[in-house]
Nanobody, 121 residues
Framework: QVQLVESGGGLVQAGGSLRLSCAAS????????VGWFRQAPGKQREFVAT????????YYADSVKGRFTISRDSAKNTVYLQMNSLKPEDAAVYYC??????????????WGRGTQVTVSS
């Protein structure tokens, strides 16, 4: 079992920055890929970014490429999502997820409960 807890969400003005954290506990987290997904009201959950178990293969949705950065600190069992130049359309509940395979499809095995990001225009 892997437990995931997101933090770092909040209210920010357009153009601002936030850093989300995904803290993990449980066995073998270092062997899992981690993804960030988001869901806005009335919309389907969508892929944001993912990183491989060794941190060497980040991949981003086109909508966030160049603005968001995913990284992981294996010593702290934590994955981060640095979000810069935020836009109102980035507002959503952000979820982190872990899986042995990973990827951009939301079929990850383990999920956190999410953290709210609100962007004012």
């Amino acid at each position: 079992q892997v437990q995931l807890v997101e933090s770092g969400g909040g209210l920010v003005q357009a153009g601002g920055s936030l850093r989300l954290s995904c803290a993990a506990s449980g066995r073998a987290f270092s062997h899992y890929a981690v993804g960030w997904f988001r869901q806005a009201p009335g919309k389907q959950r969508e892929f944001v970014a993912t990183i491989s178990w060794n941190g060497e293969t980040p991949y981003y949705a086109d909508s966030v490429k160049g603005r968001f950065t995913i990284s992981r600190d294996s010593a702290k069992n934590t994955v981060y999502l640095q979000m810069n130049s935020l836009k109102p359309e980035d507002a959503a509940v952000y979820y982190c997820a872990a899986d042995e395979v990973g990827g951009w499809v939301d079929t990850y095995e383990y999920w956190g409960r999410g953290t709210q990001v609100t962007v004012s225009s």
